[in-house]
């Protein structure tokens, strides 16, 4: 594992904890050269369908990614980054029992919407507003109308 500090590849586990869920083990570790210490986690690697993008590329599905869009719906509401990442192994969770090969991006965006709804309706409407490329004000409000209803 190379040093976030010095980039140097030397460097010891100094404790080693599973995660509240146990899916993840949180090891500390310290720098054999700038004796600096930093946190990794490790996890399984599960299979993971791919997801067909709105032109037809197909690219592996990035947990990255969708957890820095539902951040970015997420600023400044009072949600921790504790339910945000709930919400992400839940999408993950789900891909995993479908056991399918490939889902496309629509599918996945539809789910990311549902899951944000029911956490928090302005992180909904900022995800949604991005997802779904309004073109003008009136299919905003449109939106803003359903979740009303």
Do not use: W
């Not at 496309?104 to 029911?118: C, N, P, S, W, Y």
């Amino acid at each position: 594992m190379k040093c976030p500090f010095c980039s140097d590849m030397e460097n010891k586990v100094v404790d080693s904890r599973l995660t509240k869920e146990g899916m993840e083990i949180r090891r500390r570790r310290e720098c054999q050269s700038c004796e600096k210490r930093f946190t990794t986690y490790e996890r399984i690697e599960e299979i993971l369908p791919m997801v067909v993008k709105k032109d037809g590329r197909r690219e592996p599905f990035d947990r990255i990614k969708i957890l820095s869009g539902v951040k970015k719906a997420c600023e400044k509401r009072p949600i921790s980054i504790i339910q945000m990442e709930e919400l992400v192994d839940d999408i993950e969770r789900n891909l995993q029992d479908s056991e399918a090969k490939e889902i496309h991006v629509d599918k996945l965006g539809e789910q990311l919407m549902t899951a944000l709804r029911e956490l928090d309706e302005v992180a909904y409407v900022r995800f949604a507003s991005v997802y779904r490329s309004f073109r003008d004000i009136n299919e905003f409000m449109s939106e803003l109308k359903g979740l009303l209803k």
